[in-house]
Each structure stands twice: as structure tokens, then as C-alpha cells.
């Protein structure tokens, strides 16, 4: 991808009153209002959302212009061509390679806002500020747009982030990695505030460890991003569920990447705050583990304990004030720094001058997962006969193993990848079965129940508590299949 096809931006989503406090504290420059009107295309079945890029026909002042967009981050592949009609023209490149043999291009929805457009210098760098307020409509489906971007035009990527603190400090701003594509194709989807999971990651054979990294941890960002909007507009136990998947996976990702890292002066606080939210967001999921794993089937069940009535409202109260909590950190001052801070990082760190970020990514993730391997062995090893603890540090090696195993997976050949996969999964949910149980009790204790309530919650987890042994015998017959197969990796 050459440096005319790449597009350098920053997007952040905010009210419609923060725009002006946003624009007053941008540096001065001449400011255009544009109305833009943009058609976004894709095939019957979605080729071009599921490779992960958009089409839009962009109407402006009586001219068409076309564009592809691909990627997901700081940096993204742009194609722009202008265009006489109203269809796009499928032969401008790179469309055809993305497009099936024979597939038609038809309308999926349509983008209208009004932009207000702004052009300067800060940092040594070109900066192209965009206040974006409109719409995006599918079918009789709506929704607004309210977001501002920050386009380099030219200068040092390390600018647009300085840029965006100084703006953060006026107005709210949340750092987004959705397009308005992607706004576009959630509203067809049916919920564009729906919880959501982490885009399958697609790595570059050819790329560079430190590229590889970046890819991953954009993926964990935009995870976390999307769910804390959904979070900010309307919480529940998958938004909370989705945002902390994103945020293990990234703490993951620094321990395998780790020879790339180590050393870097902001690796401390990026480690510090995603840990600090993890936590944050902790209670809501114990909460709705206990509520999804334990309730429910006792309620199903044909003798349910006394007081599974009071229990089951005590703890759905909780509930709801630890999902407003979770709403109240995805819009705290400190969630918004941490974004913008481990974005930053991420695209522009010290790290990515060292000479381990520039090796080739497939015999560094064949080491990082030969050294992953050996952790989890050391801590089944640890596990046999061991107690809670033992079987927890068991527990997170086998996160870390998994979710390293499918960023790296495609490099390797999928059906070995899914094989593998498939019995580090079914260790994984064991020992996670087994954590629910330790984790149960001081979760009860913590609610302060009334009597009847305490009676119930008390008979629900020690009729769990004694089963406990045969999860202790799965979780080592899953090991031993665990350890029984042969690495994808070679």
C-alpha cells in the first residue's frame, strides 16, 4: 500500500453540543461547510463487508466521486476515483479483486451530514479537522451521526494524538474505529447499538512482528470501543461481557509480544489501565455469570430451593447497579484517556524501532506460542493435585494460549489451527466452570442477602460445590487431550 492510498485518521464519536466547544478549541484556520451525500454499495450476499471493505459514491457540488476503503485503525487503504454516474464502476481497482466472478453491486444505504471542515498546522503536521452532523439510513432503519475526525494530510502520525488530548480536554470525546460503513451495516443488521465481538484477525504472512502486534491490538481496541458505546447508551451483561473479552485480549497480547515491548516506557500504564477497567466491568460479569450459570437452571428445574424468588431479585438489583457502573467507566474522563493514550502507543511508541518489532511474524509467533505452551504445561503440571489457585493460573495460561493460537492461526493452515482450538476451548470453559465455583460464594456474601434469599443462594452453591470433583477430573482429561495433539504450528 502506497503512502497516496493510505488515509491517517482519528474519529471520536460526541454529542451535538460538544461540536462548537470542539471547533473553538481547535487551532485557527478557514473553515468549509460541505452537505454530503454518500450511496454505500455491496453484493446481495456482503462480499465486500466480509473482506472487511466499503464502497461509497459520494456526491458533492454535482460531482461523483468513488471510493474503497479498507483496513481498521490509525491507517487505512483508500482508493478515490472520480465517476459520471450514479452506480460505482466495478473495474476501478482494487474492486475486482474483492468481487466475486459476475457479482452485481447494489445499494445497501445511504449517508447524509452536514461537514465542517477545517485545515491547519499543529506539530509540525498538516491536520485536517471534520465535524460531521447527519445520518445514516437503511431501508426504514436510522441513525445519527455526531463525530469528529482528524485527517494528517502530512507530518508525523504522533500529532494527530497531541492534537486529540488538547481537543479531549473541551468536549467528551470517545475514540471510535467504526466508519460510518460500519455504523451503515450494523443499522441493517437490525441493532447498531447490539453488543459485539472482535473481528476475526487476518495477519499478513508477510508482515513484521511489530505489524502484527499493531493489527491485533487494533482488533482489542475497536472491541472495546464499539462495546463501550453500547454500554454508554443502553448497558447489559454481553455489552460488559464483550468490552472485557477486548480488554483480556489486549493485556494478552502484551505478554506475547512481549520481547517486542519490554523496555518501552508506556507499557506500564497501557498494563495499568486495562486492568483497571477489567476490574471495573469484574463485578457486573460475576454477577451475570452466577445469575446465567446458576439461576436460571435452578429456576427450570422441577425442585427449586425456597427463596429462589427473593434470591433472583437481589441479585438482578445488583445487577442493574453494577451494569450502570460499567455505563458510568466506558464514559469516565479515565476511559477516554485510556483509549486515546493505548491508541497512541499502539501506532506510535518507541517500540516499534527495536529489531525484534521488524522480524518476520511467523517464526516469532511460532516462538511466542511454543513459549505459551510450555507456561500452561508448567501450570497443569502445578494443577495435578493443586488447589483453587493453582487451577486459576492454569486457567489464564489456557486464555492466553487460546487467544494467541487464533491471532496466529491463519498463518498456519485453519483446519489444524481449529482442531487444536477446539480442545484448548473445551479446557478453557472447565476450569472457567471451576473458577465460577470459587468465585460464587464471596459473591453471595458480598450482596448482604435476607434470610430466604441467603437459604437459597446457600443450597444453589453447594449442590454446584458438589460436582466439583468431576470438574476437577474433566478439566485434567481435557488437559491430557490438550496435550495430546499436535501443535499447528509445527
Known sequence: MSSEDREIELKFVCGPDDLAAVLAAAPAGDDETRELISVYFDTPDLALQKAGASLRVREHRGRRTQTLKRGQGL??????????????????A???????????????????????????????AQIELALDQGEVTGGDQRSPICEVELELKSGPPAALFALARELSQAAPLYLAFD???????????????????????????????????????????????????????????????QLRVGARRLRSALTTFKPLLAGDDGLEAVKTNLKWLGQACGAARNLDVFAQETLTPAESGEAAPAGLR?????????????????GETAACDRFRALMIDTAAWVETGGWRD?????????????HALKRHLRRLEKRGR?????????????????????????????LFGDKRARRYLGRLKDLQEILGSLNDLVTAEPLIAQLKLRPEAA??????????????????????KALHRLQAADPFWG
Open 75 to 92: 491507517v487505512r487503504e483508500e482508493h478515490e476515483a472520480p465517476i459520471e454516474g450514479l452506480a460505482p464502476d466495478p473495474g476501478l
Open 94 to 124: 482494487p474492486l475486482p479483486s474483492l468481487l466475486p466472478d459476475g457479482a452485481t453491486l447494489r445499494p445497501a444505504f445511504n449517508v447524509r451530514v452536514s461537514r465542517r471542515q477545517r485545515t491547519f498546522r499543529y506539530q509540525d
Open 179 to 241: 466508519s460510518k460503513a460500519a455504523r451503515g451495516q450494523a443499522l441493517l443488521a437490525g441493532d447498531p447499538q447490539a453488543a459485539r465481538k472482535g473481528r476475526p484477525i487476518e495477519l499478513d504472512p508477510d508482515a513484521t512482528a511489530g505489524e502484527a502486534f499493531q493489527t491485533v491490538a487494533r482488533t482489542a481496541l475497536a472491541q472495546i470501543a464499539v462495546n463501550a458505546a453500547a454500554l454508554r447508551a443502553e448497558p447489559g451483561p454481553e455489552t460488559v461481557h
Open 310 to 326: 427473593a434470591l433472583r431479585q437481589a441479585v438482578d438489583a445488583a445487577r442493574r447497579a453494577a451494569w450502570r457502573q460499567a
Open 354 to 366: 527495536g529489531e525484534a518489532a521488524a522480524g518476520a511474524v511467523r517464526p516469532f509467533a511460532r
Open 382 to 410: 502445578a494443577a495435578q493435585g493443586g488447589d483453587d489457585m493453582a487451577r486459576h493460573h492454569l486457567r489464564i495460561e489456557a486464555k492466553k494460549l487460546r487467544y494467541a493460537a487464533e491471532a496466529f492461526a491463519g
Open 455 to 476: 437459604f437459597a443462594a446457600g443450597e444453589l452453591v453447594g449442590l454446584k460445590a458438589a460436582g466439583k470433583s468431576r470438574l476437577v477430573a474433566q478439566s485434567a
